[in-house]
């Protein structure tokens, strides 16, 4: 893809064959839209550089119709935390130390608002185990409610200060997105991907992912970061060219 070759050296990066065989590794039932151009997004729903990062994507859409079949991909940015969580205060001074997570958020919260989001760090009681959210954000794939699960959880967590980890919050979220309750119940109670969805995040790391949001486009090439609006408009524009 000559976009590819254009953003090279800005924010656009072409995947090894190695990285590329982890990205396309998928359930054969999981396809795409006929026409569209594949974009898997990997990102965990406590992460608020996804949460800035898909703003900034979706603005890019504003008025426009996008190229893009979009599917959300796991990542833990804590796969070892408790399946309780963990108090949000003591979890941020273990791993940045007081003083630096308040400018550390200080800075989201700024580049959050700058895109027009409302977040609410101070509503945030605890940091949560995300499996079982990835869990439905895996299940919601099938229903085709992914980007509203991924919406709801956001909202849900930076606005409203709400354990994402919690069964309760956890079957609101499908009924909210027009997910069967009734049924993610059932699959929240048993192990249901729980497997799949730490192999996910698993090959993720092992395709050289350290940190989230990632766009993995056409699984060729990779955009690591909350990119700004921008750099989406250059990519959206040239992407249009080739499915015309």
Not at 30 to 36: E, K, P, Q, S, T
Not at 156 to 167: A, L, Q, T, V
Request: net charge neutral; glycine share 8%; proline share 5%.
């Amino acid at each position: 893809m000559a976009f590819g070759r254009r953003l090279r050296g800005r924010s656009v990066g072409k995947l090894t064959p190695r990285q590329v065989r982890h990205a396309l590794h998928r359930p054969a039932s999981d396809a795409y839209l006929v026409g569209m151009i594949p974009l898997d997004i990997i990102s965990d729903p406590i992460c608020p550089w996804c949460y800035i990062g898909k703003a900034r994507f979706e603005a890019a859409l504003q008025g426009r119709a996008g190229p893009f079949d979009l599917r959300w991909r796991t990542f833990q940015l804590n796969p070892d935390m408790p399946a309780a969580g963990m108090d949000r205060t003591a979890y941020l001074d273990a791993k940045f130390g007081a003083e630096n997570a308040k400018r550390f958020y200080a800075r989201i919260a700024d580049e959050a608002e700058a895109a027009g989001l409302d977040v609410r760090f101070d509503k945030i009681a605890r940091t949560p185990n995300t499996l079982d959210a990835h869990r439905l954000i895996r299940w919601a794939r099938s229903e085709g409610a992914q980007d509203a699960v991924v919406n709801a959880l956001f909202r849900r967590y930076f606005r409203e200060g709400e354990d994402i980890s919690d069964p309760e919050v956890l079957l609101q979220t499908s009924a909210e997105a027009g997910m069967d309750p009734t049924l993610v119940k059932r699959l929240l109670e048993g192990e249901a991907d729980r497997a799949d969805v730490r192999e996910e995040d698993r090959l993720a790391r092992e395709m050289g992912v350290t940190g989230v949001p990632t766009f993995i486009i056409d699984g060729r090439y990779v955009l690591h970061g909350a990119q700004d609006t921008g750099t989406w408009h250059r990519v959206i524009e040239e992407l249009s060219t080739l499915t015309t």
